[in-house]
């Protein structure tokens, strides 16, 4: 699809502007807190006048993001955190296309993968972040319309949206897993992931996990 389609536009994302298609999902404010629980663990302050947590992890990490899309969380994270080494995934090559258009937009060195979850990964990052699909397409108070066009693909997920992040869970190996779900969904995604991950912390739709095995 050309870049100048009526389709394709531009969309703010953590104060940066990224070419949006059909192929991928729109940034969403939401999704911005995620970027702020990775730079909370690296010591860095998410907000102008907010002061930094203490480090938990120092700033040359490995970070891979599951299931880009756009590329806004891995460009923005690369960004953020210039000396983290970042690696993007997504089962979507036209996704994929889109997120090293906006990638060498940024100037963002980052290195691409097509994989469903981690089949195509072959190294254990620091972090992983992910929003994948979660989306249960029961659920009466979707605007299905407004999201008309935006890719099934990545928005709506089987066992109450919940299929792939549990699929996530059951094959992640990291210090840190960051998810992304609805707050209806953190409990179950919780305590699904209590043999693996402790809760550290829920930040509106971002869940903050640590390995208890790592």
Known sequence: ??????ENRYQDFYGREFLV????????PETEQLIDAVLNLVGKPYLPGVRAALPVLPREITILDMGTGSGCIAVTLKMEIPEAKVIATDVSEKALKVAQKNAEMHGAPISFIISHLLEKV?????????NLP?????WDWVDKEALSH????????????????KELIDVAS???????????????????ASSKYGLVETRGF??????LVL
Request: glycine share 2%.
């Open 1 to 6: 699809m050309s870049e100048n389609s009526d």
């Open 206 to 211: 971002i869940l903050v996990f640590k390995s």
């Open 150 to 165: 935006e890719p099934d693909l990545a928005l709506y997920a089987d066992d109450h949206g919940l299929r792939l992040i």
């Open 174 to 192: 990291s210090l840190y897993l960051i998810l992304e779900a609805d707050p209806c969904q953190h409990q179950e995604i919780t305590e699904y």
């Open 21 to 28: 298609t059909p192929d991928v999902l729109v940034p969403r």
């Open 134 to 138: 979660y989306v249960d397409a029961e």
């Open 122 to 130: 072959n190294f254990t990052p620091d972090v992983i972040v992910a």
